[in-house]
């Protein structure tokens, strides 16, 4: 499941980012990515993505960004509706004075964030932010869970 959903992820990207030397709208293929995300595994998921301001990003930040949010959207899948049945995954992006801001949340039942990074998925959302400048923290809130990732505008 996870390797489809990443060449799934990419191949979405991808569409987003070929054909075109200009710069990335997020406010256009997160919100694709979402559906695209929904449209595989949603049968008891739903996939959200709220975009503040039309902002572009490099192809190379947009990649990172989209493939963040694609492994933080297949965690929950995995992690955080086991025994629900239904559930939520909600994405924001914004601009916080000198950063970007990603969040992405779920209201499923959450797990306790790692003291440190050591499964893959982590390890390659983590990656992915050092790509970026940025940093990515966890937080497991009552009950949901969330990723944050920030990175310099």
Same mark, same amino acid.
């Given at each position: 499941?996870?390797?489809?959903?990443?060449?799934?992820?990419?191949?979405?990207?991808?569409?987003?980012l070929c054909g075109s030397e200009k710069d990335v709208s997020v406010a256009?293929?997160?919100?694709?990515?979402?559906?695209?995300?929904?449209?595989? #595994?949603?049968?008891?998921?739903? #996939?959200?993505?709220?975009?503040?301001?039309?902002?572009?990003?490099?192809?190379n930040r947009a990649r990172c960004l989209g493939l963040i949010y694609s492994?933080?959207?297949?965690?929950?899948?995995?992690?955080? #509706?086991?025994?629900?049945?239904?559930?939520?995954?909600?994405?924001?992006?914004?601009r916080l004075k000198d950063h970007w801001e990603m969040v992405v949340e779920?209201?499923?039942? +959450?797990?306790?964030?790692?003291?440190?990074?050591?499964?893959? +998925?982590?390890?390659?959302?983590?990656?992915?932010?050092?790509?970026?400048?940025?940093?990515?923290?966890?937080?497991?809130?009552?009950?949901?869970?969330?990723?944050?990732?920030?990175?310099?505008?």
């Amino acid at each position: 499941m996870r390797c489809i959903t990443r060449l799934a992820s990419i191949c979405e990207l991808n569409e987003a980012l070929c054909g075109s030397e200009k710069d990335v709208s997020v406010a256009e293929f997160l919100p694709a990515l979402s559906r695209s995300i929904e449209q595989a #595994f949603g049968d008891k998921v739903s #996939f959200e993505a709220c975009v503040e301001d039309d902002v572009r990003l490099d192809h190379n930040r947009a990649r990172c960004l989209g493939l963040i949010y694609s492994e933080a959207a297949m965690n929950a899948l995995k992690h955080g #509706f086991r025994g629900l049945p239904a559930g939520q995954v909600r994405a924001t992006f914004r601009r916080l004075k000198d950063h970007w801001e990603m969040v992405v949340e779920d209201n499923g039942v +959450g797990f306790e964030p790692p003291a440190s990074v050591s499964g893959r +998925g982590l390890g390659y959302m983590s990656e992915l932010a050092r790509q970026l400048a940025g940093e990515l923290g966890f937080e497991k809130l009552q009950p949901d869970f969330r990723v944050r990732l920030t990175f310099p505008a």
